[in-house]
């Protein structure tokens, strides 16, 4: 792997080729485009650290009140749906993998519990997101196993753990029973 795929974050660019498969190769992780592109750059990303000493990544999404999802979720009660913040996270659950060199197509298998104790609404600035590595299984498939923080300006507002996310080398249904 190139050094420039373990660089300690991304920039938005960076993110933009990722999601044209272009950052980790053709047929592996890729970030979605925009508008599903849940954040604006990878803050720090690294093999070391984190609440389990395994990983950790984060990123963050500068909040403007135009942005897509306060239009419509919810008319004159404008709110960053929840399942765009799981989503986020399992993003960068999937780039982690993809960051540490693992073949393969990234797709989110499930998450644990989770729990909402804020919104994001249009007047908040910056949220960020937060994944804690837990384990890194390497056989058929590569699977990531996190737990994720979301914080608007700087306050808790939604934990996940439990987060999975596999990559799949070729386009087989995987059961995870």
Request: hydrophobic letters at 40%; a negative charge; one cysteine or more.
């Amino acid at each position: 792997m190139g050094t420039d795929q373990r660089r300690s974050s991304f920039e938005y660019e960076d993110l933009l080729a990722c999601g044209r498969g272009e950052l980790f190769g053709p047929g592996n992780a890729q970030l979605p485009l925009p508008p599903m592109l849940m954040f604006d750059r990878i803050s720090s990303i690294s093999d070391e650290g984190g609440a389990h000493g395994k990983g950790q990544i984060t990123a963050e999404l500068a909040i403007r009140p135009d942005l897509w999802f306060f239009a419509c979720h919810f008319k004159d009660d404008p709110v960053m749906p929840g399942c765009l913040g799981l989503d986020a996270l399992w993003q960068m659950l999937g780039f982690f993998l993809g960051w540490l060199g693992a073949p393969g197509r990234g797709r989110a298998l499930s998450a644990g519990e989770v729990k909402f104790s804020g919104m994001v609404l249009p007047s908040v600035k910056t949220v960020e997101y937060g994944v804690d590595i837990k384990r890194v299984m390497r056989s058929k498939l590569t699977l990531g196993i996190g737990d994720g923080w979301v914080k608007a300006d700087g306050e808790p507002i939604f934990s996940a753990q439990g987060l999975r996310v596999g990559l799949f080398v070729d386009d087989a249904q995987v059961s995870m029973g």
